[in-house]
């Protein structure tokens, strides 16, 4: 793992210091409207180490070489490590193709002109996605430089094999009351209630941007990351209150354990419920098709009447084209099979659990959990894609993640930290 | 005597051929050249880049920002100082604790005292492992389904917090990181000590000096320059620290220490400005004691 980390950041940094930013624009269109399906060969990006993301990855590359001719070359990379030496490694020798995420993320690179723009990509297969997805794939000129794959609820699972045991019934848990009931009751049993972790520092926000999605609605949530509204409003305050009043139900260890403890604590029946996004169903259907089917996503109840459960983060992960690829057509031709009912077919049947972002698909396919994530977040008016990926990037990670922890360490403080945080922000140079 | 001066001036360059100077300047001149490319052009960028507002892409994106940056750090991230403090608390420990101890170690095993390979090769393993390994290895011990945890017949939903309890997490990054440094220590002593003359010691002893007065009298002096490398040592390896916490914290603010807070604010996007200057506050604050202490000792060595 860390062989591979190093040799990315080695290798971009050499490379990216030696390109500097003057060779952005030499990808250009060249080769556009070449229309050929002959593109060469071509180098895809993935993201993801685990088990089950190489093996989705692997599936679909071979996919495609069959249905096109075309040969891929597959290079799998560490996700933080990636997402962290994303800017070098497009300023260096990147892959034509490459494993990306919708909405701000994607749109900092767009206007840095990094990515190269897919429009023409969008005009022969964009009637296969809802406009929400265009919207989300649209850069601040709008033009479009993404192709959406998949996206996954956050949302509160558990084994459904536990909760039988604890006579608990997750899905009719309308309430905040309701729900601290069933921790309560869950605890009594001697596990626990609400597993967390916040090791990374990025964990917690789900369960922060949830309650503040419930308590405050959607509006406010998204004004509150675009710094139109306060840190320090009292609004802010209550959601951190009711943070404060699940922190007796969850494990002890919480600045101990990174996601992947959140999911061991679930996998081996520790936990009754926790919020978490369903990407990590992958692990358990590795570990066994059993595991599998006893997992179960439910939305996080209602808190507030007025927004009900109209919110959810749901990210949207696809795919980019880079514009310092050595084959920029190999890369559009590359991402439209993938981002394609086609692709995502291929993807699907390799066993992947994800939900296809593509309109047309087939969802008969589709097993209990994937039909269950899609009502999840078809319950939703409004579509986040998650704290770290709506809000700035040198907000999210240097100060609200060692907000939350903070807080998480001692929750009396709170009114000072969320203080400290509006100063951190107000003190963000304009960008 | 004008023609004395010319005649020696003249013998010198004489003694250098063409050849001679040929191979001298490649051999002067191409580390040279490397040295200043590779470290004073990139040292030089980043204190400029601290100075500016950059998204870190496009050259012609650059802002000036004055001492915005570090205006925005010192007054403005409460992180920094908790990253301060933890690297204050680590110099302190490697400089009271850790390095006193690795030298009394060596001292011991100098003197051959029972069992002294055992000790020498028990301490000198962890000095191979390379610092990030060092963090992987006691990760996977003290990690919350850990080899130790399992020890303590704890499982991952009871475990002992060692790196998120705050009130111990320190000690216990602090103990893992002198498992080794006790070692280097240990291994750079125990090469200068081999080489003191034992007559002097022995001399030392007919005058009745006692062993503290021996050590400190005779041996200490004799051992300047292995002291002033253990000093400088110490100082920038609890300074530049930052493998041992990576490993264990990953890039977040887990355990925010100087080192962790550049390679935060550097990787990712757009705020390579502020990565730079806390590289720039890291880098005075070991060049100031460095240039201080050894100016000091040269100083005393040309007296």
């Known amino acids: 793992m860390s062989e591979q980390n190093n040799g990315i950041s080695r290798r971009s940094v050499l490379k990216g210091a030696a390109v500097g930013g003057l060779g952005i624009a030499a990808g250009g269109s060249l080769l556009a409207g070449c229309g050929s399906k002959d593109v060469g060969p071509m180098k895809w990006g993935g993201r993801g180490l ?49 494993d990306w995420m919708a909405g701000y993320r994607m749109q900092f690179y767009a206007d840095q002109g990094l990515l190269e723009d897919v429009s023409s990509v969008w005009d ?308 | 005597m004008t023609s004395t001066a010319t005649n020696t001036t003249v013998r010198r360059r004489r003694a250098f051929s063409r050849k001679d100077r040929i191979t001298l300047s490649a051999f002067v001149g191409i580390p040279t050249a490397f040295h200043i490319l590779l470290v004073w052009v990139p040292a030089i960028g980043t204190i400029g880049l601290s100075f500016t507002f950059w998204s870190g892409i496009h050259i012609s994106d650059i802002k000036w920002a004055g001492i915005e940056n570090y205006n925005n750090i010192f007054t403005g991230t409460p992180v920094f100082w908790e990253a301060i403090w933890h690297n204050v608390i680590w110099l302190l420990w490697f400089g009271l604790i850790a390095t006193p101890l690795g030298i009394l170690l060596a001292y011991q095993i100098d003197r051959q005292i029972r069992g002294h390979r055992f000790y020498e090769s028990a301490f000198f393993v962890p000095v191979v492992l390379s610092l990030a390994v060092t963090g992987i290895i006691w990760n996977f011990m003290l990690q919350p389904g850990g080899f130790v945890q399992g020890i303590l017949g704890r499982d991952i939903s009871n475990p002992i917090s060692f790196y998120g309890n705050y009130d111990i997490n320190t000690y216990v990054i602090l103990g893992i990181a002198s498992w080794r440094h006790i070692g280097y220590i240990m291994l750079l002593y125990l090469s200068g000590l081999k080489s003191v003359d034992p007559s002097l010691k022995e001399a030392a002893a007919i005058d009745g000096a006692t062993e503290w007065q021996t050590f400190r009298k005779v041996i200490l002096p004799t051992m300047k320059p292995v002291n002033i490398i253990i000093i400088v040592i110490t100082v920038i390896d609890s300074l530049r620290a930052f493998d041992i916490v990576y490993m264990i914290y990953g890039s977040g603010t887990g355990w925010p220490i100087l080192g962790i807070l550049v390679f935060q604010n550097i990787s990712g996007g757009g705020m390579s400005m502020k990565g730079a200057a806390y590289a720039v506050i890291l880098f005075a604050l070991c060049i100031g004691p460095m240039i201080t202490y050894l100016k000091q000792s040269f100083a005393e060595d040309v007296k």
Request: proline letters at 4%.
């Open chain 1, 50 to 98: 685990e088990e089950s993301s190489v093996k989705w990855h692997e599936a679909v590359k071979a996919a495609y070489e069959k249905a096109s001719g075309n040969t891929v070359t597959l290079n799998m990379n560490d996700a933080n490590a990636f997402q962290n030496n994303l800017s070098q490694y497009l300023q260096g020798t990147p892959d034509d193709g490459f």
């Open chain 1, 124 to 431: 022969e297969i964009g009637d296969q996605f809802a406009d929400s997805y265009k919207i989300a794939s649209t850069g601040s000129d709008g033009k479009q430089y993404f192709l959406p794959t998949s996206w996954y609820p956050w949302g509160l699972h558990y084994r459904k094999s536990t909760m039988t045991e604890l006579g608990l019934d997750p899905e009719n848990i309308a309430t905040w009351d309701d729900f601290m009931k069933m921790l309560e009751a869950t605890k009594k049993k001697g596990l626990i209630g609400y597993a967390l972790g916040d090791k990374g520092g990025w964990e917690a926000m789900g369960t922060f941007d949830i309650l503040n999605a419930r308590i405050n609605g959607y509006q406010f949530h998204v004004d509150l990351l675009a710094g139109k509204e306060k840190w320090t409003d009292a609004k802010v305050a209550e959601v951190f209150k009711h943070f404060e009043m699940m922190i007796p139900y969850m494990n002890k260890n919480v600045l101990d354990i990174s996601w992947e403890g959140m999911r061991d604590l679930l996998l081996q029946k520790k936990c009754g419920a926790m919020l978490m996004g369903s990407w990590f169903s992958g692990d358990f259907k590795t570990l066994s098709q059993a595991d599998y089917d006893d997992l179960w996503i439910v939305p996080f109840p209602e808190i507030n009447p007025e927004h009900g459960r109209d919110t959810i983060d749901a990210p949207i992960d696809g795919l980019c084209v880079a514009a310092n690829g050595e084959n920029i057509e190999g890369g559009k031709e590359l991402v439209k099979w993938l981002a394609s009912k086609e692709g995502m077919q291929a993807r699907l049947d390799s066993g992947n659990t994800f939900t296809s972002a593509n309109k047309g698909q087939d969802t008969s396919s589709y097993d209990p959990f994937q039909k269950q994530q899609l009502a999840v977040m078809g319950e939703a008016k409004y579509i986040t894609q998650f704290l770290d990926r709506d809000t700035r990037q040198d907000f999210a990670n240097p100060v609200v993640a060692p907000a939350i922890q903070n807080f998480l360490r001692a929750p009396k403080d709170i009114n000072k930290i969320l203080e400290s945080v509006q100063a951190q922000w107000d003190a963000l140079p304009a960008l």
